[in-house]
């Protein structure tokens, strides 16, 4: 078969956005990532499209090798405004956290993860414009996951076996 994709128009670009913010909306983030990819193909910095795309792609995460974090991460440090760049980009350290979490991972191998998203919201509240609090909106739900499970359960024992080898 030889299909080939067909460009969208420049006129069209803030339309297929809200396109792809509302099939976000409606849990299909595989549509609004096909939207995205093609107002990217007319528009390659386009700012929402970027965005939208790194959003769509961290709905998709399900906790496994198969997530495409690196692409995600990728695609929000292609974002110009420093706020958005930092909020965003914790924000995928945080979803990817969440992901393995529900997946089952043990919570000592994500804390880390929390913790980088952590610092991203930090960096985001430090540049963010007024009344914008979504930085620290994110920064405690990270908090209140790390609070609800023991505080145990995030740091890894770490037995020491004594070999009997005095060197």
Same mark, same amino acid.
């Given at each position: 078969?030889?299909? *080939?994709?067909?460009?969208? #128009?420049?006129?069209?670009?803030?339309?297929?956005?809200? *396109? !792809? @913010? &509302?099939?976000? $909306? &409606?849990?299909?983030? %595989? +549509? !609004?990532?096909? /939207?995205?990819?093609?107002?990217?193909?007319?528009?390659? @910095?386009?700012? =929402?499209? $970027?965005?939208?795309?790194? &959003? !769509? /792609?961290?709905?998709?995460?399900?906790?496994?090798?198969?997530?495409?974090?690196?692409?995600?991460?990728?695609?929000?440090?292609?974002?110009?405004?420093?706020? @958005?760049?930092?909020?965003? =980009?914790?924000?995928?350290? +945080?979803?990817?956290? *969440?992901?393995?979490?529900?997946?089952?991972?043990?919570?000592?191998? &994500?804390?880390?993860?929390? %913790?980088?998203?952590?610092?991203?919201? +930090?960096? !985001?509240?430090?540049?963010?414009?007024?009344?914008?609090?979504?930085?620290?909106?994110?920064?405690?739900?990270?908090?209140? /996951?790390?609070?609800?499970?023991?505080?145990?359960?995030?740091?890894?024992?770490? %037995?020491?076996?004594? #070999?009997?080898?005095?060197?």
């Amino acid at each position: 078969m030889d299909y *080939k994709l067909k460009s969208i #128009s420049q006129a069209g670009i803030t339309e297929a956005n809200s *396109k !792809a @913010e &509302l099939y976000r $909306l &409606l849990n299909e983030p %595989e +549509e !609004a990532e096909s /939207i995205c990819h093609d107002v990217l193909a007319t528009d390659p @910095e386009n700012q =929402t499209a $970027l965005r939208l795309l790194g &959003l !769509a /792609i961290s709905d998709q995460f399900q906790g496994g090798a198969d997530d495409r974090y690196v692409e995600c991460e990728g695609i929000f440090t292609r974002l110009t405004d420093p706020y @958005e760049r930092a909020y965003f =980009t914790g924000l995928a350290h +945080e979803r990817r956290a *969440k992901a393995q979490l529900r997946a089952g991972r043990p919570p000592y191998t &994500l804390l880390v993860l929390f %913790e980088e998203a952590m610092k991203c919201f +930090e960096e !985001a509240e430090r540049v963010r414009p007024k009344s914008n609090d979504d930085a620290m909106l994110r920064w405690n739900r990270c908090v209140r /996951i790390l609070q609800s499970r023991d505080e145990s359960e995030w740091y890894q024992k770490v %037995e020491v076996l004594d #070999s009997g080898d005095n060197y």
